[in-house]
């Protein structure tokens, strides 16, 4: 029975949201995180929003083999969840040494420290853009992938690296995720996505604009061979992200080896449907201009998640007005994200 999990990047985004979800579950969690892109006040709302003490957090970089020893050598480690990585694509193309440093050099640095405590149960984060420019939507995980960019190549390197690993080493267990577009956030309104800097990626963005942070969204580009022709993609809440690494964990000795699901929801959602979605949620204006299309983005990005239901008799549960009600309540009560 595994009861102790390592999370690394556990103060992220999606790492808070599953220490939540684990420690609600009885696990009892360990995190280590840098903190390159999160705020350890991320760590007492995650304490607060269970109710529950984490085990241990450690302010430490997965690829300090030593420090990461030393947390493995102090805490009985069932399984790892593996979600500290840099995952900004347009980055990656300005700085693809950083992310070939953090996301392979950090994975393969975990893997020896595991290796050398014992630990063979891993379920890595993966991502859609694995599979590049799509030629057909849902994708299955049997499609091609053709990366588009650092950041999409250094995760399919990932895999590739921990799918010959298993090859040749019998014990280990990993599940590789490869997840859609994670948006919201918890519930309770004190755990949600608070990028640095002017974000990326439009949920966020369309929540500092509703809430006056920021003044118009620019939707890139509306002539996408898509019904209302803005970008589809396939947004998924963050809690059912949360849920299925709590799944996963349940799955890993299912089998020996490497397996690799979507995780998604099959449902596909336009930029114009997005935003009308989240001006009726938060009851605020959601004004938007459309713009030119950004370099590298896709028409559609959708996962058929039919594998994972099939393999784990699991869905995801949360629907497009629960993904902007929980990033709105996040929003409206933290307007300038977490304390400093
Ligand atoms: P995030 O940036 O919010 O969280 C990553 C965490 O890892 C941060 O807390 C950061 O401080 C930490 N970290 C980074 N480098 C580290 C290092 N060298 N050592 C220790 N900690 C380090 O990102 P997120 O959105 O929560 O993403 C989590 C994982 O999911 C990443 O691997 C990402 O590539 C993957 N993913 C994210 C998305 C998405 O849209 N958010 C989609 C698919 C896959
Ligand atoms: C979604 C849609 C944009 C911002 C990224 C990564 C991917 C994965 C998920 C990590 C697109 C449009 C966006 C804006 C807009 N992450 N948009 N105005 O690009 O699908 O995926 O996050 O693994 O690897 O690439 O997400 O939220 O940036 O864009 O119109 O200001 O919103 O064109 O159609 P994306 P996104």
Not at 123 to 140: E, H, I, N
Not at 153 to 173: A, G, N, S, Y
Request: proline share 6%; net charge negative.
């Amino acid at each position: 029975m595994t009861t102790t999990v390592l999370v690394t990047g556990g103060a992220g985004f999606i790492g808070s949201h599953t220490c939540v979800e684990l420690l609600t579950h009885g696990w009892e969690v360990v995190v280590v995180d840098n903190h390159s892109n999160s705020s350890p006040a991320a760590l007492e709302r995650i304490e607060k929003t269970a109710g529950r003490p984490l085990a241990a957090a450690y302010d430490v970089d997965v690829r300090d083999r030593e420090a990461l020893g030393k947390v493995f050598a102090a805490h009985p480690v069932d399984a790892v969840i593996h979600f500290a990585a840099k995952k900004a694509v347009g980055e990656s193309t300005q700085k693809p040494f950083d992310y070939y440093d953090t996301n392979v050099g950090g994975t393969t640095a975990l893997l020896s420290v595991m290796h050398q405590h014992g630990v063979h149960r891993l379920v890595f984060s993966s991502s859609c853009s694995v599979y590049g420019d799509a030629v057909k939507v849902p994708l299955t995980e049997t499609d091609p992938v053709a990366p588009t960019n650092p950041y999409a190549t250094t995760k399919l390197r990932c895999e590739e690296i921990l799918t010959d690993i298993c090859r040749h080493e019998p014990r280990l267990r990993v599940l590789a995720l490869r997840y859609f577009n994670p948006v919201g956030a918890h519930p309770g309104g004190l755990l949600g996505e608070d990028p640095r800097g002017v974000p990326d990626n439009v949920m966020p963005y369309v929540a500092q604009v509703a809430v006056g942070r920021l003044d118009r969204l620019r939707v890139f580009g509306d002539d996408y061979p898509t019904p209302d022709g803005t970008g589809v993609r396939d947004y998924i809440h963050v809690m059912d992200v949360a849920e299925g690494h709590r799944v996963a964990l349940g799955h890993l000795d299912d089998a020996p080896g490497m397996r690799v699901f979507n995780l998604g929801t099959g449902v596909g959602t336009s930029v114009r449907e997005l935003v009308a979605a989240f001006a009726e949620a938060s009851g605020r204006d959601v004004p938007y201009e459309i713009t030119g299309r950004r370099p590298g983005d896709v028409a559609a990005l959708v996962a058929d998640p039919t594998a994972v239901a099939g393999a784990w008799g699991w869905r995801t549960s949360r629907d497009l007005a629960d993904m902007c009600r929980d990033a709105w309540r996040f929003q409206d009560l933290n307007p300038a994200g977490y304390p400093d």
